[in-house]
């Protein structure tokens, strides 16, 4: 149904299960990070991925994650792929893939020109990167601090593996973050949301339908 692929992330409660998934979304994200707002345990996160209609991909967010939790994680719920939001390696991320056998998406983020050659070495392991904003030096969080990079680092850039675009996206931004960037994928967490870890049914809905309007993207971008 759509062109641009959305994905939403951090569902704490099955309403926002429901409506995320009745907005159309392609990915729901369930957030293993403690600190976050948008921190889910086991139980919580499986009873909530029952719930996800098949056709719609159930990611696990996770940062630097050691084999018991993923141990845990992959035993204790339904999962379609793993989202790497830390520093995990290059080798870690095969690791991942071989010992857990789903596809994973490698975060990296981005501030300035420097943050790009690492994506070239992911995009060589992992099954998907997503490009978000570089967390401040002292954030809580390694993601979802609702800030955006320039895109412009990143317009027309192509990687060995599809790429997901992150980072402050809004319902009100995130065409003109396509148009941009010419990005097919993009990823959002509190752009979407009424309070942090509360997602708004009205906004995950303005968000697919923005990432999927008529829109001119310069043909080298396409
Ligand atoms: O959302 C969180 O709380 C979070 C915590 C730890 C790591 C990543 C997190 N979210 C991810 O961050 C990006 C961008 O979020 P936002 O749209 O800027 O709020 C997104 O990939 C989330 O998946």
């Known amino acids: 149904m759509n062109d641009v692929r959305t994905k939403i992330c951090g569902l704490t409660r099955p309403q926002d299960v429901a409506a995320a998934a009745a907005a159309g979304a392609n990915y729901l994200g369930f957030n293993f990070f403690p600190k976050s707002p948008r921190y889910l345990d086991i139980p919580s996160a499986g009873q909530l991925a029952l719930d996800v209609p098949p056709g719609i991909?159930?990611?696990?967010?996770?940062?630097?994650?050691?084999?018991?939790?993923?141990?845990?994680?992959?035993?204790?719920?339904?999962?379609?792929?793993?989202?790497?939001?830390?520093?995990?390696?290059?080798?870690?991320?095969?690791?991942?893939?071989?010992?857990?056998?789903?596809?994973?998406?490698?975060?990296?983020?981005?501030?300035?020109?420097?943050?790009?050659?690492?994506?070239?070495?992911?995009?060589?392991?992992a099954d998907?990167?997503?490009?978000?904003?570089?967390?401040?030096?002292?954030?809580?969080?390694?993601?979802?601090?609702?800030?955006t990079f320039d895109w412009r680092?990143?317009?027309?850039?192509?990687?060995?593996?599809?790429?997901?675009?992150?980072?402050?996206?809004?319902?009100?931004?995130v065409g003109d973050a396509i148009a941009m960037t010419g990005a097919t994928q993009v990823d959002v967490a509190s752009g979407v949301e009424s309070a942090p870890g509360i997602k708004d049914a009205e906004k995950m809905a303005a968000f697919v339908r923005a990432a999927n309007a008529p829109r001119n993207v310069p043909p080298k971008l396409r």
Do not use: C, F
């Open 153 to 173: 680092l990143i317009a027309g850039r192509r990687w060995p593996v599809p790429w997901m675009l992150a980072g402050g996206l809004t319902p009100d931004n």
């Open 57 to 125: 991909a159930k990611v696990v967010l996770v940062v630097n994650p050691d084999n018991a939790l993923l141990d845990a994680i992959t035993g204790g719920m339904p999962l379609d792929m793993i989202q790497l939001h830390g520093q995990e390696s290059p080798e870690r991320v095969t690791e991942i893939k071989a010992r857990y056998g789903l596809p994973v998406i490698k975060v990296l983020g981005v501030a300035d020109a420097e943050d790009l050659p690492p994506l070239e070495a992911y995009g060589r392991v």
């Open 128 to 147: 998907q990167l997503l490009v978000d904003a570089k967390p401040p030096k002292n954030a809580e969080l390694p993601g979802g601090n609702g800030l």
